[in-house]
């Protein structure tokens, strides 16, 4: 390294620099989730008070949120997955128990809405009204 000259190193370190750099910009960078595709029929042809039509539900109010808020929150996949058990323990834990489950998920929705998003937010609201009022088995 002597026989190379100062030169030489300092010209690795600025090249280190800026590779560390670019490291952190691609670090910094989430990519957003895509959009997921959510229609009339898909939503209303399904029986809510079945375990299979709860799970697309959620997992289309998760996906959509992710979506327009640039990446999952694990707060947010911790409150469907609530909601996805007192659903599914509906008959044990009562009724109470599920609109409790799904009232802070709709508050967070709400939060979220902007004029960009509320199509597909109102998408979500309405998904979880059906998981919620739809009648015990």
């Not at 709860?54 to 109010?61: F, I, M, P, R």
Request: proline share 4%; aromatic share 6%.
């Amino acid at each position: 390294m002597a026989t190379t000259g100062e030169g030489a190193v300092m010209g690795s370190v600025v090249a280190l620099d800026q590779y560390r750099e670019l490291l952190g910009k691609n670090k910094e960078k989430r990519v957003r989730p895509p959009r997921p595709k959510i229609s009339g029929g898909e939503v209303w042809g399904r029986d809510y008070r079945e375990t299979e039509a709860v799970v697309y539900a959620l997992l289309t109010v998760r996906a959509m949120a992710a979506h327009h808020s640039g990446g999952h929150d694990h707060g947010f996949d911790a409150l469907c997955m609530e909601a996805l058990d007192a659903a599914y323990h509906i008959e044990e834990r009562g009724h109470v128990r599920l609109k409790g489950a799904i009232k802070p998920l709709k508050e967070w929705l709400l939060g979220d809405m902007t004029e960009d998003n509320k199509r597909d937010l109102s998408w979500c609201l309405v998904l979880l009204d059906l998981i919620e009022k739809s009648p015990v088995k």
